[in-house]
């Protein structure tokens, strides 16, 4: 069993603990069930970041309209500073 991310014994442990903004999983299911379609479009849009045992880290409540590709890019940001493991769009 490998030591928890912090503590790294080799560089393939390193490899897997380090995850790149990319990977920042991003749930659209619930945006999509109650608009019936992917999230696109100029909007306030609101996104809640989620730690990897599931736990809510953060709220991001955009103050400005913005389209949904540039949203998401603020989002990812924010979630990158706080660690976070996944992106839920709020609907």
Not at 10 to 23: F, G, I, V
Request: aromatic content about 10%; hydrophobic content about 35%.
């Amino acid at each position: 069993m490998l030591a928890p991310c912090g503590s790294f014994r080799n560089l393939d442990h390193l490899r897997q603990c380090a995850k790149p903004m990319s990977e920042i999983e991003v749930y659209t299911g619930r945006y999509e069930r109650e608009h019936g379609h992917p999230p696109s479009g100029r909007r306030f849009w609101q996104f809640t970041l989620v730690s990897e045992t599931g736990a809510l880290l953060y709220e991001v409540k955009l103050s400005e309209q913005l389209i949904y590709p540039a949203a998401l890019e603020r989002a990812r940001a924010t979630a990158a500073q706080r660690k976070a493991f996944r992106i839920i769009v709020e609907p």
